[in-house]
């Protein structure tokens, strides 16, 4: 069964810092890697996913990356802002001995992210 | 519509009664989601729709949940005889048919609706 950790589950940091969030999963048996955020009350949003054969994804002041062999991937905000601050969650697709995906998410707990002016 | 629709925003009922959350998908997403999301369990899945497929319910953590998806667009997810347990925030997502493609992959989620049995 897959299990996806996310490392730390909460993080504050003054505005302008640069941080990595990470997460983990068991089964590298993977379709891609998806990382969302969530802010209070509120759904999720995409913000980068990764194809299982692809090393990394960017968009503006975010870089995810994905090791597939080790387990991990890494969302990297630079230059961060308070408008930053909210849940970060990664989500993982599996794919079958065939290689199309299933389509159900396995989510990690999230990292609770405050960014401070 | 924009976006993924859900209704209610708010759900509070009774122990023991049954409750119906509505999910209005992104018009032309084929394949659509539920989640719940618990304190302290984080977000799981319950249910996936893929057109005409038999849906995958090896999440749903009972016999007391259901779900259907009517014409292909509309869901509907259904507990019955509600639990404190169930308390959740039940969330739906849509996408693109999930196997073609990466832009297609991705899941835009509903804002959720809050089930509180009291």
């Known amino acids: 069964k897959q299990e996806v950790t996310q490392i730390p589950a909460a993080l504050s940091v003054p505005e302008g810092e640069n941080l990595v969030l990470n997460c983990s999963f068991t089964?590298?048996?993977?379709?891609?890697l998806q990382w969302f955020r969530q802010d209070p009350g509120k759904g999720l949003t995409s913000l980068l996913l990764?194809?299982?054969?692809?090393r990394e994804q960017t968009s503006g002041r975010l870089n995810a990356s994905l090791d597939k062999s080790s387990g991990r991937s890494t969302l990297y905000i630079a230059a961060s802002q308070p408008g930053d601050s909210a849940t970060y969650l990664c989500?993982?697709?599996?794919?079958?001995?065939?290689?199309?995906?299933?389509?159900?998410?396995?989510f990690g707990q999230g990292t609770i992210l405050t960014v401070h002016p | 519509g924009a976006g993924v629709s859900q209704s209610p925003s708010n759900k509070v009922t009774e122990k023991g009664k049954d409750v119906e959350l509505r999910c209005d998908p992104i018009?032309?997403?084929?394949?659509l989601y539920w989640y719940r999301q618990s304190l302290g369990q984080g977000l799981e899945f319950l249910i996936y729709?893929?057109?005409?497929?038999?849906?995958?319910k090896s999440g749903l953590p009972s016999d007391r949940f259901s779900a259907e998806r009517t014409g292909g667009s509309v869901s509907t997810l259904t507990i019955q005889r509600t639990q404190q347990e169930d308390s959740a925030v039940y969330l739906c997502?849509?996408?693109?048919?999930?196997?073609?493609?990466?832009?297609?992959?991705?899941?835009?989620f509903g804002a959720g609706t809050r089930l509180s049995v009291l």
């Open positions: 997502a849509s996408s693109l048919r999930p196997d073609r493609g990466e832009a297609k992959n991705i899941q835009y």
């Open positions: 089964d590298s048996a993977i379709y891609n």
């Open positions: 990764i194809q299982s054969s692809q």
């Open positions: 989500a993982v697709r599996p794919s079958n001995a065939g290689g199309t995906s299933y389509g159900k998410l396995t």
């Open positions: 018009s032309g997403h084929t394949a």
């Open positions: 729709f893929q057109g005409n497929s038999a849906p995958d």
